[in-house]
């Protein structure tokens, strides 16, 4: 790393790579107990405090550090390693959370970890929130098959998010349910709760606590990955998708829940953020019937490209089993089974992705970033 500085700019060259930083920019992320309280590591001071016309005084590197001075008296060092990272912009928007792993039915070994007594803070906790964000769900081994032990395990990470469905919700069969899960009927590929705002919850748990039928299988689809199939083979109805708002909408006795969004959304810069299909709640707009021609063509190939054999992976949760995916991302079913056979009871649940997000960077900062020895 280089760097050239005048008065009004600092110039670094890295990797080939030229950066031009603004003095204030450099100013407002100054370390030392000065300017950022040791308990909670936020700024003591107020950044538009700080004079429109700062002038750096002196730059230079000493011992991978970027000694620098300001002409307002204010001064320190800087490691150049977070330096470095703000200048990767993938890196700086996901920080440790590692990339996704897209997948298909090829998929053969399912990530899986083996539950743990207070797993919270262990290396097995990482690798689980390690293994949610590469593919998208996780299966947890031999958890405690006990009413409402989910609750326990999901607030070991984060609250639980509450619904009108209650902070709990049982899937079996039920008599006159509010919602088609209490039924034994097949349940096809779709996301939970497109309806809610400011939106769908982000990351769903289901406990198995019986399983006696020889159905009910579950099934899971990665939607980002049809969604990169659809648009490398289908642009034009990859546009529609991406393009097209939808209503979606639930109602009870008691509630009415509603909410717009595209069947498959996109970031600013372009990237996956979320996919919705839930074809029981959907309502399309009248848009212009040309429009609409192009929409329900791209909709029916993304409806047989999620039930299709060559995306959808199907495995029967056991007692003791709880998976854990990522309801932005995939798409989740079952198949029928016979509610004379046995019993068949799966407790869920549903968590905000603040709560994941947190821990995994909480925990990669224990065991990785401060140098924790023997992490393997």
Known sequence: MKIQFSSDSLKVTHQNNDYELHPIWLRERLPGYDYVDKDTNQRLYEPSSIKLDLQITTAKILEEKLDIEFNDGAKGKYNIQDLLTEFDNDKNKRGPLPKRLLWNSDLKVFP??????????KKSMYRLLEDFYKYGFVIIKNVPAKNQYLLKFVRSIGPVKVTNFGEYFDVMSKPKPNDLAYKPIALPPHTDNPYRKPAAPGIQFLHCLKNEVSGGYSTLVDGFAVAEYIKINYPEAFESLTKTNLRYQFQDKDIILENWGELIELDKEGDYKQVRYSTRVDYVPPIDRKKLTNFYKARKLLGDLYSSSDFEIKFK????????????????????????????????????????????????????????????
């Open 317 to 376: 949760l056991k007692t003791g089993d709880v998976m854990m995916f990522d309801n932005h991302r995939l798409l989740h079913g079952r198949t029928a089974y016979d509610a004379n056979e046995g019993a068949r009871h799966l407790q869920g649940c549903y968590l905000d992705f603040d709560s994941t997000d947190g821990k995994l960077r909480h925990l990669y900062k224990k065991y990785v970033q401060d140098g924790f020895k023997n992490f393997g």
């Open 112 to 121: 899986s970890v083996e539950f743990e007594e207070n797993m919270a803070e």
